[in-house]
């Protein structure tokens, strides 16, 4: 049962109807962003390209569990942005830009973004463990590294296991990045609860679902580029897409009819 007080509050706020053509503008004024303020975004994205080398180093042996730690990466990527949405919040407002301004979206007293990570980091282990498990019960042989995978999952002989495999993805992936795709900057832009958010967040996916999903398909065909840049593309990647995304919060949810 949805609480009325979180739903009330989301009504708050105008959802604008965009076209398919407004994801190419919010990645042309994410560039922007990242090329007027680079420090805190290559920043960013260092910390996020050092995650992901030591994930690969972590499970370079066990490819059945490293496709999933990757999948999960992508979940929570969004939280790992949150200082930059800041940065591109200040830059709106004028004010000067440094790295203690992607710094201050962290403060310890706003519990929110908290307990909006810790959401986001159940959602990533449970689909990690799950991803895991269904590649070791259902690949033919051990699989190990990624030609392992390859050839006894995606071209598994006997049963569709990699068909399985994304559509269990797509299962989690999908509601995910439904509650998520405005729901941290909006966080971090107003005085919201959780809840709140995430039900803004659902009512902008389904008053736009086709720009909503293919925003979802640059996100991650641009992600995946910059991990197949040997992990060096998510320096700019990362604040790249983190800056676009503010934008597109920007465009999509529109101010309160009264203060929150």
Known sequence: MIRK??????RRFAVRQVTVWHPRDWLTRGAQDLRRNPLPGLLHGSAAAAFAGLLLWWGHDRFWLLSGAFSGFLLV????ATGL??????QEKGERIGLRTALRAWRPRDLRLVVFGVLLALAGTGW???SASMITVFAQSPVREPADF??????APQGPVFEAWLALGGLL???VFASSVVAIPMLLDQRVSVLAAVLTSWRVVIENPVPMALWAGVLLSVTLAGMAAGLFGLIPVVPWLAHASWHAYRDLVGAPDRPV
């Not at 007080?5 to 989301?10: D, G, W």
């Open 5 to 10: 007080p979180a739903l009330e509050q989301s």
């Open 77 to 80: 990527a969004p939280l790992i």
């Open 85 to 90: 949405y800041e940065v591109s919040r200040a």
């Open 128 to 130: 990690v463990l799950t």
């Open 150 to 155: 390859v050839r006894h999952v995606v071209l």
């Open 173 to 175: 992936a999908a509601p």
